[in-house]
């Protein structure tokens, strides 16, 4: 059967639950990606069929990348902490003064990325707030002293520090991008990241997760990734699932990013991230998405993406993180030997021996990847310059970490 009609047979639904799960979980072993409606319809379906659709995403991730799972060893570099947004659910950012407000000196970053170059680590992940300089004089004076007009000159010294320096690979994730800095942080990193996190205006309202994060306009951000396409950048992007959206707003964010990719092939991975409540966060007392909704969430984005790297952070799910793997993922993001996890500090990453032996005893084998996916390695590496070195030398025959470490 064309994919047209498959799609027309999705977008006309079933006549029972049960007829409708099958044949949705028939068309997607062969190969055909879910519609929105039946998106829509399987991320509404009941725990009783979670078996059946967990299923069916394994078998897609199983015919994208059989028997291998994935992680990247990095360390993770918060190089300031302020930030101009105030999300509901942010336990990372600080106003200047605040305890633990921090920007990190040149000097601190080199000694963190030194310590994991000795443990292996081939990923610097630069994860900081967005345009304090904005609004905080205090970080405008920071800047001056360390020699930069804005936060992102910072962090572009700082990636190529670290390139030139040293054999980990620069990540940033500064949040929103211009055309003009995408490119110039592409010349320095090999990959870079934006959390969609979700298309929902309504969390823009009062009292909502948004409601003082202009950073976090949808639209903006789509820009960003757009951008990141036009220009051919690895990108790394996903949703953060449990802040006040619908289950329908979770498909349409799906489903944006999937165009993006469609329209110009760079989405290098997808990340589930679910929201986990803390005590001193605006949302302390939000519900947190249980597990059969976030293992259904994986598994619908796993059947509308078949051939896109599918990421869910193993700290946010453990004890059971292992039951990701039964929902389509093909790799467990960045996991880090030596720094905490900044953004979720409560959720230590799980010991490397005790992922590598989880994912093993699912049947599956662990390997290191750089921040880069190997698939799109070639693009970095065909160019001249220091930054397709450090990549070229940082990666094996077939693209994963050439110095992987064992767990
Ligand atoms: S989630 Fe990011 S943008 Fe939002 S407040 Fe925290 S650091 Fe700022």
Avoid at 38 to 47: E, V
Avoid at 282 to 297: F, G, I, S, V, Y
Wanted: proline residues 8%; aromatic residues 6%; contains cysteine.
């Amino acid at each position: 059967m064309g994919q047209v009609s498959l799609a027309l047979r999705q977008d006309k639904m079933m006549t029972g639950p049960a007829d409708g799960l099958s044949a949705l979980l028939d068309q997607s072993n062969q190969g055909v990606p879910l519609s929105r409606e039946g998106a829509n319809w399987l991320i509404r379906s009941s725990d009783h069929d979670l078996p059946a659709l967990l299923a069916a995403a394994r078998a897609a991730k199983q015919r994208f990348k059989p028997g291998v799972i994935t992680y990247s060893r990095k360390v993770f570099i918060p190089l300031t902490n302020l930030c101009r947004d105030y999300c509901g659910y942010c336990i990372f950012r600080r106003d200047p003064g605040q305890f633990g407000a921090h920007t990190m000196t040149p000097d601190q970053v080199l000694e963190i990325v030194r310590a994991g170059a000795r443990m292996g680590c081939t990923e610097a992940l630069f994860s900081l707030g967005d345009k304090p300089e904005l609004i905080f004089p205090e970080m405008r004076a920071t800047l001056r002293r360390l020699g930069y007009r804005s936060t992102l000159h910072y962090l572009e010294a700082m990636c190529e520090l670290v390139l030139r320096e040293t054999s980990l690979l620069p990540h940033p994730n500064p949040g929103l991008m211009s055309p003009e800095w995408i490119a110039r942080l592409a010349a320095v990193s090999p990959s870079m990241g934006l959390m969609l996190e979700t298309t929902s205006n309504a969390l823009l309202g009062p009292g909502a997760a948004h409601d003082n994060a202009p950073d976090k306009v949808p639209a903006k951000r789509l820009r960003t990734v757009e951008e990141a396409g036009k220009q051919s950048v690895p990108f790394t992007t996903g949703l953060l699932i449990g802040i006040g959206e619908t289950l329908a707003d979770r498909v349409d964010t799906l489903l944006a990013i999937r165009e993006l990719h469609r329209r110009y092939g760079h989405i290098q991975e997808v990340i589930i991230q679910n929201f986990r409540a803390k005590p001193d966060i605006p949302m302390r007392d939000w519900p947190e998405p249980t597990r059969n909704e976030m293992l259904r969430t994986v598994a619908v984005a796993r059947l509308l993406m078949p051939d896109v790297n599918l990421q869910a952070p193993p700290n946010l799910s453990a004890p059971y993180y292992d039951e990701l793997l039964d929902a389509g993922i093909n790799d467990w993001g960045g996991i880090s030997p030596l720094t905490p996890d900044f953004i979720n500090p409560e959720k230590p990453w799980p010991h490397l021996a005790q992922l590598q032996s989880r994912t093993e005893s699912k049947g599956y084998t662990l390997r290191q990847r750089l921040p880069v996916y190997p698939e799109f390695l070639t693009a970095i590496t065909a160019r001249a310059g220091l930054l397709a070195e450090k990549v070229k030398a940082a990666a094996d025959r077939e693209g994963y970490a050439w110095r992987a470490t064992a767990a």
